[in-house]
């Protein structure tokens, strides 16, 4: 029976790579994305068929690291996992639940705590070496706090507010600097190279991408209304591609289960040109980013 699901998966897989169009950056392209429901990160080749797994509860950020690993947040941990013989590189373990963490250009692991409220660097060996508690006044909000979390290059950091509907700057202290207001929860936030900052909200009202400027006006936005059969369920993680394209994961929990792709790949200018829509090797994908190609350097910053 086994055997028999993950050819179903891979034949759905390929299915929907062939209906690429030309302006997809994703013909050809090997993926990593986060299973929350399913309790697992994989690897995905081009042709839809899932090369490798490792358990993750509770998965949801997942980042592809430059020596062959994986980092990625599960459940109350965050764990890099070698992909040649899966031994854990790094590991980092709380009272509290996690969504967010990044690997630092000095080598230290940034984690968001979400029930406590809290923007941590770990280093190597595990040991919190600076911590940053967040507006005490949200704290009671407990799960619901936050999802995920970037540091930026000036020491502040973003920070999705699921239960707030917003998205905010800190700076090194923890003072908000910066906020957006959606109609929705936010589960993630990206600093773009132009200065603004793109949200990916949730489904407590109506998902989508949404496209700030640093005055907090909105600028550009993705959702439903803007696309045929209404895909969108509840936007977590995204990446934007070299050709401007945004990869964006379409979590389908919360009763969606199976109506609805998981991944979409979305131009600029609102088409949809790939899809992926393998329901049964997946529940819920929560994030995904995309192996790069030989030469390309891996953002550590500012991806989904």
């Given at each position: ?57 509770n ?6 690291m ?32 996690i969504y ?12 968001a ?7 941590l ?118 990446q ?9 994961s ?16 979305v131009?600029?200018?609102k088409k ?33």
């Amino acid at each position: 029976m086994k055997t028999m699901l993950s050819v179903v998966g891979a034949v759905l897989a390929i299915s929907c790579f062939a209906e690429e169009k030309s302006e997809s950056y994703m013909k050809g392209r090997r993926m990593v994305v986060s299973d929350y429901s399913g309790g697992k990160v994989c690897i995905v080749e081009a042709d839809g068929t899932v090369s490798w797994s490792h358990p993750a509860p509770n998965s949801n950020d997942v980042w592809i690291m430059p020596d062959n690993a994986l980092l990625f947040a599960a459940g109350t941990a965050v764990r890099e996992v070698s992909i040649a013989d899966k031994k854990v590189k790094f590991e980092y373990t709380s009272q509290s639940t996690i969504y967010g963490t990044q690997r630092l250009p000095n080598g230290n692991t940034f984690v968001a705590e979400c029930s406590g409220a809290k923007l941590l660097e770990v280093a190597p060996d595990g040991k919190v070496v600076k911590t940053v508690v967040l507006t005490p006044g949200d704290n009671e909000k407990g799960g619901a706090y936050m999802r995920n979390a970037r540091a930026l290059p000036n020491g502040h950091y973003l920070v999705g507010h699921y239960a707030g509907n917003r998205a905010s700057e800190y700076d090194a202290d923890g003072k908000e600097v910066w906020s957006a207001k959606l109609p929705t929860g936010v589960h993630s936030v990206v600093r773009l190279p132009n200065g603004n900052t793109m949200l990916a909200g949730a489904d407590s009202g109506p998902p989508g991408l949404r496209e700030f400027n640093p005055a907090g006006e909105l600028v550009w936005s993705l959702t439903n209304e803007d696309l045929a059969d209404k895909p969108l369920k509840f936007m977590t993680g995204f990446q934007i591609l070299p050709n401007g394209n945004i990869l964006l994961s379409n979590w389908v929990g919360h009763g969606q289960f199976g109506k609805a792709p998981h991944i979409l790949e979305v131009t600029r200018d609102k088409k949809v040109v790939w899809t992926f829509n393998d329901h049964v090797n997946f529940k819920t994908v929560a994030s995904v980013q995309v192996f790069p190609k030989k030469g390309e350097k891996l953002d550590i910053m500012n991806v989904h």
